[in-house]
């Protein structure tokens, strides 16, 4: 059994919420300056009541499979979605997939309008790499009826099915390594302070908690760099001289710590062990190795893609959250 999909929420049903002509919500989605500011207004908040899609398809295919499913990336140009993507199209080419790619800066406000764009393309499901989304957003996926993958987390709620790692007990881990290493002044460097940042945040307190240790965190909205590393290290220098031990929500924090330790020398492991999240290759080269956590980027790229393609063709999943296994990586850096 195939999923239908439901009869999209047409300008008729918007201008009926409002009582206008569908001509005027008409004008309004081609230029909204063409309405006055107080009906802007009106037909903004139906639109986001009716969780209304443009249709960029033709209406003779409104009902029809379009053989493409939507991805919405936080980043482009971070490794670690450039690895499930390719998960992804290791299956959907094979099953006669296309993918339409966006991405969103780590905004929910931006996915709103990335998600409203694919659907207006009639895609048949979609795959999100977050957990925050506007009401909007998921009005929208509601009345569309599509299946949604998200991704990067096994344990926060999900709208449909998931597919990711605990972050919390993979951080609260590597920290009880670090600490049964000998590390007692561990500090956790935090970049974007997306919400899987956060969640590793809360785990690596809560290790330090258990451990009768005190917590430091330096944490910034700034996009992750080895640049911030570096700063962050001559910051944490200054304001907690004591540190033996940095843990970084991901790895190019991390490495950007490595190189500025060489660079001042700063010896590492001997003064100060460093820790990275999800285990790239370049981290495995350096010399000293960065210790990290390799997470399983090709395979959750793989699976939320057999999951998707599974419910748009109308089969059962039996177990719509899949948690995944992560690698704990020593290196040489701790």
Same mark, same amino acid.
Request: aromatic share 6%.
């Given at each position: 059994?195939?999923?239908?999909?439901?009869?999209?929420?047409?300008?008729?049903?918007?201008?009926?919420?409002?009582?206008?002509?569908?001509?005027?919500?008409?004008?309004?989605?081609?230029?909204?300056?063409?309405?006055?500011?107080?009906?802007?207004?009106?037909?903004?908040?139906?639109?986001?009541?009716?969780?209304?899609?443009?249709?960029?398809?033709?209406?003779?295919?409104?009902?029809?499979?379009?053989?493409?499913?939507?991805?919405?990336?936080?980043?482009?140009?971070?490794?670690?979605?450039?690895?499930?993507?390719?998960?992804?199209?290791?299956?959907?080419?094979? *099953? %006669? @997939?296309?993918?339409?790619?966006?991405?969103? $800066?780590?905004? &929910?406000?931006?996915?709103?309008?990335?998600?409203? /764009?694919?659907?207006?393309?009639?895609?048949?499901?979609?795959?999100?790499?977050?957990?925050?989304?506007?009401?909007?957003?998921?009005?929208?996926?509601?009345?569309?009826?599509?299946?949604?993958?998200?991704?990067?987390?096994?344990?926060?709620?999900?709208?449909?099915?998931?597919?990711?790692?605990?972050?919390?007990?993979?951080?609260?881990?590597?920290?009880?390594?670090?600490?049964?290493?000998?590390?007692?002044?561990?500090?956790?460097?935090?970049?974007?302070?997306?919400?899987?940042?956060?969640?590793?945040? *809360? %785990? @690596?307190?809560?290790?330090?908690?258990?451990? $009768?240790?005190? &917590?430091?965190?330096?944490?910034?909205?700034?996009? /992750?760099?080895?640049?911030?590393?570096?700063?962050?290290?001559?910051?944490?220098?200054?304001?907690?001289?004591?540190?033996?031990?940095?843990?970084?929500?991901?790895?190019?924090?991390?490495?950007?710590?490595?190189?500025?330790?060489?660079?001042?020398?700063?010896?590492?492991?001997?003064?100060?062990?460093?820790?990275?999240?999800?285990?790239?290759?370049?981290?495995?080269?350096?010399?000293?190795?960065?210790?990290?956590?390799?997470?399983?980027?090709?395979?959750?790229?793989?699976?939320?893609?057999?999951?998707?393609?599974?419910?748009?063709?109308?089969?059962?999943?039996?177990?719509?959250?899949?948690?995944?296994?992560?690698?704990?990586?020593?290196?040489?850096?701790?």
């Amino acid at each position: 059994m195939r999923i239908n999909k439901k009869r999209r929420t047409g300008l008729q049903e918007i201008a009926n919420l409002i009582g206008v002509s569908k001509m005027t919500v008409s004008r309004f989605l081609r230029d909204p300056t063409l309405v006055s500011e107080p009906l802007q207004l009106q037909i903004s908040a139906a639109i986001d009541k009716l969780g209304y899609i443009p249709n960029k398809a033709p209406d003779m295919l409104s009902n029809a499979k379009s053989h493409a499913i939507g991805i919405v990336f936080p980043s482009l140009t971070n490794q670690v979605f450039a690895d499930i993507l390719k998960g992804i199209e290791m299956v959907t080419d094979v *099953k %006669g @997939y296309q993918t339409m790619i966006t991405h969103t $800066g780590y905004s &929910s406000e931006k996915e709103e309008m990335r998600v409203r /764009s694919l659907l207006a393309y009639n895609i048949d499901g979609l795959i999100l790499t977050e957990r925050n989304h506007s009401a909007a957003t998921r009005k929208m996926i509601e009345i569309s009826e599509v299946p949604v993958v998200e991704l990067m987390d096994s344990v926060s709620p999900c709208i449909d099915m998931a597919v990711g790692f605990d972050n919390f007990t993979a951080t609260k881990n590597m920290i009880h390594h670090m600490i049964d290493r000998g590390r007692r002044n561990i500090v956790y460097f935090s970049a974007r302070q997306d919400q899987r940042s956060i969640i590793r945040q *809360k %785990g @690596y307190e809560k290790a330090m908690d258990e451990a $009768g240790l005190k &917590s430091f965190t330096l944490a910034t909205t700034e996009s /992750s760099s080895y640049d911030l590393g570096a700063r962050f290290l001559h910051k944490i220098l200054k304001e907690y001289p004591c540190v033996d031990g940095i843990f970084s929500t991901n790895d190019d924090l991390a490495l950007g710590v490595l190189l500025e330790c060489q660079r001042i020398n700063i010896e590492v492991p001997k003064q100060i062990a460093i820790v990275g999240f999800h285990g790239h290759k370049i981290g495995q080269y350096m010399n000293p190795k960065l210790a990290s956590i390799l997470t399983p980027r090709i395979e959750m790229g793989k699976i939320a893609a057999e999951l998707l393609l599974k419910r748009i063709n109308g089969e059962t999943v039996d177990q719509k959250v899949i948690e995944l296994s992560v690698e704990y990586l020593d290196g040489e850096s701790i």
